[in-house]
């Protein structure tokens, strides 16, 4: 029988089984497209040879370490997006475009030469071939008591699979819609896995090549927004490599779904036309390449069609329980505790599901180490702390970093609260990844009641640290001129702190138990476990 059945083969899931594999645990993953990456998609140009990217584009190093430092790990170059030069604004389809010097619009985003697939690919290439199912669609699971079945369509056949738990590494409404569950959920999870978007499942994104970077010779960035009644594209950006030589310019439709779907044969001309508006007629006439998730089943929900009002909110707790005696796990993105939706947020849900499954998946045999110096648990856990206290210095420029992107994006409601969550889910998302770089000598660590001793010690170097937060924000927040045009932000009421608390103290317990279960799946289990 299957340990470990992983269902779903974007980053999340290849991160998860790339975590399983490290740590010796068997596993099989199973993908219900033709093609490892799910919402990862980079499509090479005929013209050029560049990859272009059709998904996600772009990573923030400042505020997203999981994928920073796994593109280091995997030994792949990135590069800054391109962001000097003139923004236009197109507010008329009669007029020119507004012309905006010296704006700076993606906040220090960078890419990954190749595109963004060369990271499903080095993930993919550390894996076994076989443990890999392509064209696996899931259909059904069902509670056998001792293990769970899972029913996928393969083509025109029915395929059962047996394990003795499954990882649903799977946009939660995709889920809802497409899997049926014997016993049903929890009304509670359905709920939950309704209200949480899919991340840009409704959107569609296209990407024009050209001879030439004409925009950037004439003193222009790239980066465009156009918000007349007949926009085609909403935001525009540039996509050349990272020499600039191979020139392109991608872009989010501001169409939605029904009218692309209705437009679809005239969306080419439509597109280019919009080029040329904006950056004049040599740019009309391009390679183009075009992907709508609307219409990608595996990606967009019913429910996804219809945009949210506001930027969605994600970490939903009920979304990252363990259900049916730890038989039952959910991921993806949308389930993060920190960057929902964005690539770092896949890696935060894998790094908690690899810490999950450890604790439940049969203890792997560890040998002590026979050359090399002695591991002392005391200097590595005085190494941590020594990196928390580097956090804590950085910890108000991490709070202005998120206060500055909430206040200049669309939803401005309480800035503070999300702020501050997001910078202590931030401070919590490094510090599990910089325990995993420290060594430590697990035999002989006590477990008492599922808790390991390693575990208090580690927890000891972040004391004061929440409350140097509080102190930082007040002060900050109470002098800053941006946000007394935000009633309630600038002083926050005691009912406004005490609901920031909650949130925080809501973060620290996950961040304890993530702790605790790294601690954990890393302890050799005793000889005489398996007696």
């Known amino acids: 029988m299957l340990e470990t059945a992983i269902v779903g083969g974007g980053l999340c899931g290849l991160a998860l089984a790339s975590g399983l594999r490290a740590q010796g645990r068997p596993f099989a993953l199973f993908e219900a497209r033709g093609r490892l990456g799910g919402r990862v998609l980079s499509v090479a140009s005929e013209k050029t040879g560049m990859r272009v990217d059709l998904g996600p ?6 505020t997203q370490p999981g994928i920073t430092r796994l593109i280091a790990d995997l030994g792949l170059v990135s590069f800054p997006q391109n962001d000097g030069g003139t923004v236009l604004r197109l507010h008329d389809h009669d007029k020119k475009p507004v012309p905006t ?10 890419r990954v030469e190749g595109g963004m697939a060369t990271i499903i690919e080095a993930l993919a290439e550390r894996l076994p071939a076989d443990v890999l199912h392509l064209g696996h669609a899931l259909q059904v699971v069902i509670d056998r008591g001792d293990h769970v079945e899972l029913q996928f369509r393969c083509g025109d056949a029915l395929v059962t699979v047996a394990a ?3 990882v649903l590494a799977m946009p939660p409404r995709v889920v809802d819609e497409q899997v ?3 016993p049903s959920l929890d009304d509670t999870i359905v709920e939950a896995m309704r209200e949480t978007y899919t991340w840009m499942a409704g959107e569609a994104k296209g990407v024009i090549v050209y001879d030439r970077p004409l925009w950037r010779e004439a003193g222009y960035s790239g980066n465009a927004y156009v918000t007349h009644e007949q926009a085609v594209f909403g935001e525009v950006f540039d996509a050349c490599d990272a020499t600039g030589t191979r020139a392109a310019l991608g872009g989010f439709l501001a169409l939605p779904s029904s009218l692309r779907e209705s437009f679809k044969a005239g969306l080419p001309m439509l597109m280019g036309n919009q080029m040329a508006q904006i950056f004049g007629p040599e740019l009309e006439f391009g390679e183009q390449y075009y992907q709508d998730w609307a219409a990608e089943d595996f990606t967009c929900s019913r429910r996804d069609l219809i945009p949210p009002d506001d930027h969605p909110h994600y970490g939903n707790p009920y979304l990252r329980q363990i259900f049916w005696d730890a038989k039952l796990f959910l991921g993806a993105s949308e389930t993060a505790s920190y960057a929902g939706g964005y690539m770092e947020g896949a890696l935060d849900s894998a790094r908690r599901l690899v810490r999950d499954v450890g604790r439940v998946a049969p203890a792997v045999a560890v040998e002590p180490p ?4 002695r591991i002392d648990n005391a200097a590595s856990i005085a190494e941590f702390g020594r990196f928390v206290a580097g956090q804590q210095a950085q910890l108000l420029e991490a709070y202005r970093k998120h206060l500055n992107k909430l206040m200049a994006s669309p939803d401005k409601e309480i800035v503070t609260q999300r702020a501050m969550v997001a910078t202590m889910e931030q401070v919590f998302s490094e510090a599990l990844l910089q325990l995993e770089q420290i060594s430590f000598d697990m035999g002989g660590v006590p477990i008492e009641k599922g808790r390991s001793a390693l575990t208090p010690d580690i927890l000891k170097s972040f004391d004061g640290l929440i409350q140097f937060l509080i102190d930082s924000v007040i002060e900050y927040n109470r002098t800053s001129c941006a946000l007394s045009n935000f009633p309630g932000e600038d002083k926050p009421s005691k009912d406004y702190m ?5 949130d925080i103290a809501a973060a620290w317990k996950e961040f304890c138990l993530s702790v605790n279960a790294y601690f954990v799946a890393k302890t050799p289990a005793p000889a005489d476990a398996g007696a």
């Open 498 to 502: 005490q609901a920031i608390l909650r």
């Open 57 to 62: 584009t772009w990573f923030w190093p400042d």
């Open 101 to 110: 010097p010296g704006e700076s619009v993606h906040g220090g985003a960078r």
């Open 164 to 166: 003795r738990r499954v």
């Open 180 to 182: 049926r569950f014997e």
């Open 370 to 373: 026979t050359t090399g110096p």
